[in-house]
């Protein structure tokens, strides 16, 4: 193989890893704490996004916000935003954006893991474990409902006579 025909050497390195924004609500206390038979109801919602700084610098940001509730009050709401930055140099597009869609989340999930437990049990309540969560099925299942939607989409755009919106 010709010199000029190698494949580009391919470097990921982790920057730096950030809180870029934490709050934490307990709007039910001090009575919460009254009580001993309460079991309240957790949500979670999980996304992650991706901005370029410069040429090869990335930043994704995990965005984990969790909320248990009893009925329709609110036990307590953590809403954390997990940042790092990552030299990405040499891959395809399709493997930044595998990169950044799962390999780096995946990188800052124990950092958001960390926080959200310590908060939460600085707040006064039992220990609070975050499960562990597979980002590479989380985007394989996001790229294929992406897909799912453009293909709908241009089928519907060519059925309605100009692809309006729906």
């Excluded at 206390?29 to 410069?54: E, G, Y």
């Excluded at 395809?92 to 437990?117: H, M, Q, W």
Aim: charge should be negative.
């Amino acid at each position: 193989m010709a010199e000029n025909e190698q494949a580009p050497d391919k470097q990921l390195a982790i920057q730096k890893i950030y809180v870029k924004d934490f709050s934490f609500e307990s709007p039910c206390t001090p009575q919460v704490f009254q009580r001993q038979d309460w079991s309240p109801k957790t949500d979670l919602n999980l996304r992650s996004s991706h901005t370029t700084i410069a040429d090869k610098t990335h930043e994704v940001v995990l965005s984990i916000t969790i909320e248990a509730k009893e009925e329709d009050k609110t036990i307590f709401l953590v809403e954390l935003q997990q940042a790092g930055l990552f030299h990405i140099d040499g891959y395809t597009d399709e493997e930044l954006k595998a990169i950044v869609g799962s390999f780096c989340p995946n990188i800052l999930f124990p950092y958001s893991r960390e926080s959200i437990a310590g908060i939460i049990s600085k707040g006064g309540f039992p220990e609070f474990i975050l499960q562990p969560i597979n980002f590479d099925a989380l985007y394989a299942q996001g790229m294929a409902q992406a897909e799912a939607e453009a293909t709908a989409t241009a089928e519907g755009g060519d059925n309605n006579g100009g692809g309006a919106a729906h």
